[in-house]
């Protein structure tokens, strides 16, 4: 689950650069905060990510116990361009790790959260940013 300042924006992100599905939405009065839960609808075994609006709340302190989100995509360069020709932020661009041999990437989600991209082979890739 991520704390977001702005649903639409958060859900915008991850659907329109990333390119995951708006699986449902919930929205919880009494309580004053909604939900919006996205992930990649054509593969139900994988996760999904749990976006939190607390209303009225449009900034979080991330902490130092948050690392990043890490998704599987067959080709890390390939998703570094469909994302930046989406509007996002990439931080790292695709290359092999330091010591390491397996392409990897860095974008940020618009409240600051880090997402790897890991590329993996096409059957070990699941359904994101294709």
């Avoid at 689950?1 to 009494?30: A, C, H, K, W």
């Avoid at 976006?51 to 360069?77: F, R």
């Avoid at 010591?99 to 890739?125: M, S």
């Amino acid at each position: 689950m991520l704390r977001v300042g702005n649903l639409q924006r958060s859900i915008d992100f991850y659907t329109q650069v990333l390119g995951m599905q708006l699986l449902r939405t919930s929205e919880n009065p009494e309580y004053k905060y909604s939900l919006a839960f996205v992930g990649y609808e054509g593969n139900p075994a994988q996760a999904e990510i749990e976006l939190t609006y607390n209303w009225g709340t449009e900034q979080y302190e991330l902490g130092t116990a948050y690392g990043h989100i890490a998704l599987g995509v067959p080709d890390a360069y390939a998703a570094c361009e469909k994302i930046k020709a989406a509007g996002g932020n990439v931080t790292r661009e695709a290359g092999p790790v330091k010591g390491g041999t397996t392409v990897i990437a860095f974008v940020t989600d618009p409240d600051g959260y880090k997402i790897e991209l890991i590329q993996r082979a096409e059957k070990d890739a699941g359904q994101g940013l294709r």
